[in-house]
């Protein structure tokens, strides 16, 4: 029992000083503060000056905003400052720059006209009597700047126009040679027009003495191509059949051969030779070929032997007076159908390919005109180079089989 009554004293007594000791440290006046009490008022004064700073800013950015809502939603039209000097308005640094630029440049095109004036009136000065020697000439490839910079510097000059050299090509020789002629010309004018336009170098022969014969040859070389005359002669089958105006006959003498010559080739003119009409019976007499060939040689025309027989002898007899000459291969239109046409165009093809040229002989038919026109462009895929009949015999390809 004592000992827990000496406990109990003893807590009572601890008690009773921290009773104490609380009471006395809350008294007014006391000298002892707590270090909240010290340390409030100090912050406080430490953030007085960031609080006005921002609010400065606050105030300066809402000052911003509003007047620049207030320009852009009623703008103000500035007026034409009058002088440099004094403004009557805000203006902006670009339309100042401005200004000031169109002065400069003002400025400066008054000092250029004042020293062309100058100039004017300024008179020439004496040239010195002193040559002064010409400054040592570069060569041309010290100047010319590098290959890639001639064409950039080509390339920027405007409205130039780009020469490009032409290639130089080989021309491709041809396989062989033709020669197309289409004789009868003189009655029919339309048909003469239309082989004119075929695109192919056709032998004009004309006939003498016909209503369009003139016409047609004028024509024809006005257009280009060859004109040759074609001669009427005595036909194997004669009287029954007439070769026409200004025939040659056997039974004419040599001055009426030559005098008939004469005459058909007066009235055609601007031919450049000459070819048989029929003559059957006269190109076998070798009398009366060789008056005929006597004054082709003379007017320097060449005689093309249409080989209506194969007794004739103009081929021949031609070669022995050395005259230039050439001989038929091929009757293009012997039967007039398109169909035997065709046989004899593949028929000339190839015999110009084997000799080297080949003439063919054809007349003013329809199916003629048809096939050729139709035919043209044949020959070119095939190699074969259509000319005219006067080139042949200044360049004959080969000797002709069964000449001389």
Same mark, same amino acid.
């Given at each position: 029992?004592?000992?827990?009554?000496?406990?109990?004293?003893?807590?009572?007594?601890?008690?009773?000083?921290?009773?104490?000791?609380?009471?006395?440290?809350?008294?007014?006046?006391?000298?002892?503060?707590?270090?909240?009490?010290?340390?409030?008022?100090?912050?406080?004064?430490?953030?007085?000056?960031?609080?006005?700073?921002?609010?400065?800013?606050?105030?300066?950015?809402?000052?911003?905003?509003?007047?620049?809502?207030?320009?852009?939603?009623?703008?103000?039209? /500035?007026?034409?400052?009058?002088?440099?000097?004094?403004?009557?308005?805000?203006?902006?640094?670009?339309?100042?720059?401005?200004?000031?630029?169109?002065?400069?440049?003002?400025?400066?095109?008054?000092?250029?006209?004042?020293?062309? /004036?100058?100039?004017?009136?300024?008179?020439?000065?004496?040239?010195?009597?002193?040559?002064?020697?010409?400054?040592?000439?570069?060569?041309?490839?010290?100047?010319?700047?590098?290959?890639?910079?001639?064409?950039?510097?080509?390339?920027?000059?405007?409205?130039? !126009?780009?020469?490009?050299?032409?290639?130089?090509?080989?021309?491709?020789? &041809?396989?062989?040679?033709?020669?197309?002629?289409?004789?009868?010309?003189?009655?029919?004018?339309?048909?003469?027009?239309?082989?004119?336009?075929?695109?192919?170098?056709?032998?004009?022969?004309?006939?003498?003495?016909?209503?369009?014969?003139?016409?047609?040859?004028?024509?024809?070389?006005?257009?280009?191509?060859?004109?040759?005359?074609?001669?009427?002669?005595?036909?194997?089958?004669?009287?029954?059949?007439?070769?026409?105006?200004?025939?040659?006959?056997?039974?004419?003498? &040599?001055?009426?051969?030559?005098?008939?010559?004469?005459?058909?080739?007066?009235?055609?003119?601007?031919?450049?030779?000459?070819?048989?009409?029929?003559?059957?019976?006269?190109?076998?007499?070798?009398?009366?070929?060789?008056?005929?060939?006597?004054?082709? /040689?003379?007017?320097?025309?060449?005689?093309?032997?249409?080989?209506?027989?194969?007794?004739?002898?103009?081929?021949?007899?031609?070669?022995?007076?050395?005259?230039?000459?050439?001989?038929?291969?091929?009757?293009?239109?012997?039967? !007039?159908?398109?169909?035997?046409?065709?046989?004899?165009?593949?028929?000339?093809?190839?015999?110009?390919?084997?000799?080297?040229?080949?003439?063919?002989?054809?007349?003013?038919?329809?199916?003629?005109?048809?096939?050729?026109?139709?035919?043209?462009?044949?020959?070119?895929?095939?190699?074969?180079?259509?000319?005219?009949?006067?080139?042949?015999?200044?360049?004959?390809?080969?000797?002709?089989?069964?000449?001389?």
């Amino acid at each position: 029992m004592a000992s827990k009554s000496a406990a109990g004293k003893k807590k009572e007594a601890s008690k009773r000083r921290a009773a104490s000791q609380r009471g006395k440290s809350q008294r007014p006046g006391s000298s002892a503060r707590s270090p909240k009490s010290k340390a409030g008022p100090s912050r406080v004064a430490a953030l007085l000056p960031f609080f006005s700073i921002w609010l400065v800013a606050a105030v300066v950015l809402g000052g911003l905003i509003y007047w620049g809502n207030l320009e852009q939603s009623s703008p103000v039209k /500035q007026p034409v400052v009058e002088d440099a000097g004094t403004r009557n308005g805000p203006k902006s640094f670009g339309k100042i720059h401005k200004e000031a630029s169109k002065e400069v440049r003002k400025a400066g095109e008054a000092r250029r006209v004042k020293e062309q /004036q100058a100039r004017a009136v300024e008179p020439a000065r004496p040239k010195p009597s002193v040559e002064v020697p010409p400054p040592p000439r570069q060569s041309v490839a010290a100047n010319r700047p590098a290959l890639h910079e001639e064409k950039k510097l080509a390339s920027l000059q405007p409205g130039k !126009p780009k020469i490009v050299p032409p290639r130089e090509t080989k021309p491709v020789a &041809p396989l062989g040679e033709v020669a197309i002629v289409i004789d009868d010309f003189g009655l029919n004018l339309e048909m003469a027009k239309r082989f004119l336009t075929i695109p192919l170098a056709i032998t004009f022969s004309v006939l003498p003495f016909q209503t369009h014969s003139e016409e047609i040859a004028r024509l024809a070389g006005s257009h280009g191509h060859e004109v040759i005359l074609h001669l009427p002669m005595e036909p194997q089958e004669y009287p029954r059949i007439n070769p026409g105006t200004g025939a040659l006959l056997v039974s004419m003498s &040599p001055e009426s051969i030559q005098r008939a010559v004469r005459t058909a080739l007066d009235a055609c003119p601007n031919v450049s030779g000459v070819n048989n009409h029929m003559g059957s019976r006269f190109t076998r007499n070798p009398a009366s070929m060789r008056v005929v060939l006597s004054e082709l /040689q003379r007017r320097g025309l060449y005689f093309l032997d249409s080989f209506t027989t194969d007794k004739s002898v103009g081929y021949s007899l031609a070669r022995q007076l050395n005259l230039p000459s050439i001989r038929r291969d091929i009757f293009l239109d012997h039967t !007039p159908t398109e169909r035997f046409v065709r046989g004899q165009i593949v028929q000339l093809i190839r015999r110009a390919k084997i000799q080297g040229s080949a003439v063919a002989i054809g007349h003013p038919y329809k199916s003629t005109y048809k096939v050729l026109a139709e035919e043209a462009g044949r020959f070119k895929k095939e190699g074969i180079a259509v000319v005219y009949s006067g080139r042949l015999i200044r360049h004959p390809a080969v000797p002709r089989a069964g000449g001389d």
